[in-house]
């Protein structure tokens, strides 16, 4: 009968190791795995930034007012899903007097607590940097005067 | 039935611990899927960004592409379309009417490790003053690529503009026959039909832009006009010539000053009619291909004996100055010419004198008179003549300068 009993506990000891290693061991990997589509979105909206960013500059002024100051190479400043992006455009010549060289870098890390909607994304808790580079040509496009 | 519930009790323990493993095991799956699926996020996420650098990449390269050839396109000496590369044709693209080549960029650019490649094709026949500009970034690496594509208006061409010379016969000078009534000049017609036939014929037949004012009162009489009209009624189908109600200084032999050829081509110079016959021959259209060669620059003196060109697709033969630095060649009489052919006479009619045009379905236009011309030479007009050279562009368009097409810029990976 002691026998019986002592055995129920090595058992209750074993169990509860083993399910609190497996706990453990899934904890860590879900942990990994929300850091790692954190991560992801935080790229993608990083990546959305620069192309926004890019296609602000090209369309000038007119359709785009904050084109001017990304072309003078101002930060711009957003927080979504509780990391903040910071945008920074340079717009530099070429060895063509029509020909410039664009670079649009968006970095991000997490907000701070008393800043933006941190607690949307509690997982969002890495920095990183992406760079995007392209070219715009000055050579027009001819467009009728009797289109509309 | 005691000893049944004893072994019981003891796997009571073994129980608890396959359940719990079963649990554990439950959970990693689920984990693991949920990992996977984060995974492959991570995976598209960064090759949304490989692409996108590739595709930026790619449209940094069109662009300097653009502007090399905007850049290229100012000087007229420029060597951009000398040359074709077989391999460098689009898909799609394998006509023998598609001059293509690469075009090479600027070494100081950074391309993030991308390997990148511009090709630049045009139809060398229907549109050679428009170009496909084709621009890809590739990295290996990343497995990413990208392709992006803009069509040009180049300046290769000007466009001509309106006719306003309807006539088989454009001169820049007088026109006699060597044999009285053995040519024949056909005006356009109301009813398109065959040349010939009293009254048939409506319209003119030659049309000078220049007459000698031999009384020197200012005015070009009727008189005048006839003696500079030397033609005889029977070979003037359709009568008449039209020549200037006002004197006009005399054509300039030491610099000619071609209104003819003005009158013809519009705003194109000869040079881009030479580096259009030559581009075609570059790609080995002739007479027999598909399509045929449309532009003929000649500047061999020997007499033409080939037939060219039909009512649906009628070509240009143009007689360079070298060709005509003495004289003319002669069209030999049995050749017919559905088109227009041009004599580069460099305003000197006896460069022209005794020529003999065959038979031209079309406008025959030289840049002096036309002295004795010989007998059985038939011009009849043609009203499509200018269609291998008058090539589409959009009206209003600056065609001295390179721009974009609206509307062509195409990307894809």
């Known amino acids: 009968m002691s026998t019986s009993r002592g055995f129920t506990l090595i058992e209750a000891l074993v ?61 711009s400043l957003s927080t979504l899903s509780g990391t903040t992006y910071t945008v920074r455009s340079g717009v530099t010549p070429t060895a063509y007097a029509q020909l410039q060289a664009i670079q649009v870098s968006v970095s991000w890390q997490p907000a701070s607590n008393n800043t933006g909607n941190s607690h949307d994304n509690p997982m969002a808790t890495g920095s990183g940097q992406l760079i995007i580079s392209t070219r715009a040509s000055s050579v027009p496009v001819f467009v009728s005067s009797t289109n509309p | 039935m005691h000893s049944t519930l004893g072994d019981f009790k003891r796997q009571q323990g073994a ?62 000496a420029n060597t951009l379309w000398t040359s074709h590369e077989p391999g460098q044709c689009a898909p799609g693209l394998t006509g023998i009417e598609w001059q293509c080549r690469s075009l090479s960029l600027d070494a100081a650019w950074d391309m993030q490790g991308h390997t990148v490649q511009v090709r630049v094709m045009r139809d060398v026949v229907r549109a050679p003053h428009v170009a496909l500009v084709l621009a890809e970034a590739r990295h290996t690496a990343n497995h990413a690529a990208a392709q992006v594509q803009q069509s040009l208006y180049m300046p290769t061409i000007a466009p001509i503009g309106v006719a306003n010379k309807a006539a088989p016969l454009v001169t820049q000078g007088c026109v006699s026959e060597a044999v009285v009534g053995s040519t024949r000049f056909c005006a356009p017609n109301a009813n398109q039909g065959s040349c010939g036939g009293s009254g048939y014929n409506v319209g003119t037949a030659i049309h000078s832009l220049f007459a000698p004012d031999a009384d020197g009162n200012g005015l070009i009489s009727l008189a005048e006009q006839q003696a500079c009209l030397n033609v005889s009624a029977s070979s003037l189908q359709g009568g008449g010539g039209v020549m200037p109600s006002t004197a006009l200084p005399t054509p300039n032999t030491a610099q000619c000053d071609s209104a003819v050829w003005r009158t013809v081509f519009g705003a194109t110079t000869p040079a881009q009619i030479q580096a259009i016959s030559q581009a075609q021959a570059l790609k080995g259209l002739s007479a027999n291909t598909s399509p045929a060669r449309s532009v003929y620059w000649i500047d061999s003196p020997n007499e033409w004996s080939q037939s060219l060109g039909s009512a649906s697709a009628p070509v240009l033969l143009v007689f360079s100055a070298t060709a005509c630095a003495s004289q003319c060649p002669r069209i030999s009489p049995s050749t017919k010419i559905v088109g227009t052919v041009f004599l580069d006479t460099q305003c000197q009619d006896s460069r022209a004198a005794l020529w003999h045009s065959g038979t ?54």
């Open chain 2, 15 to 76: 129980i608890t611990l396959l359940m719990v493993t079963l649990l554990v095991l439950l959970a990693s799956m689920v984990g693991l899927f949920t990992a996977r699926g984060v995974w492959t996020e991570r995976l598209a996420s960064n090759h949304s960004l490989w692409n996108a650098q590739a595709k930026y990449t790619a449209e940094a390269a069109l662009e300097t592409a653009l502007t090399l050839m905007d850049s290229a396109l100012s000087d007229p």
């Open chain 2, 360 to 413: 031209v379905m079309g406008q025959v236009a030289l840049a002096s008179g036309l002295p004795s011309l010989q007998g059985g030479s038939q011009l009849q007009w043609l009203a499509n003549h200018r269609q291998a050279f008058d090539w589409p562009w959009p009206s209003g368009i600056d065609a001295q300068r390179v721009q974009r097409v609206r509307g062509s810029w195409k990307s894809g990976s």
């Open chain 1, 15 to 75: 169990a509860a190791a083993v399910l609190g290693l497996g706990i453990l061991s899934v904890n860590t990997l879900a942990m990994h795995s929300l850091n790692a589509g954190a991560a992801s979105h935080q790229q993608i909206t990083a990546l959305a930034l620069a192309s926004n960013a890019l296609e602000c500059w090209r369309s000038g002024p007119t359709l785009c007012p904050a084109s001017a100051a990304l072309g003078a190479g101002v930060d």
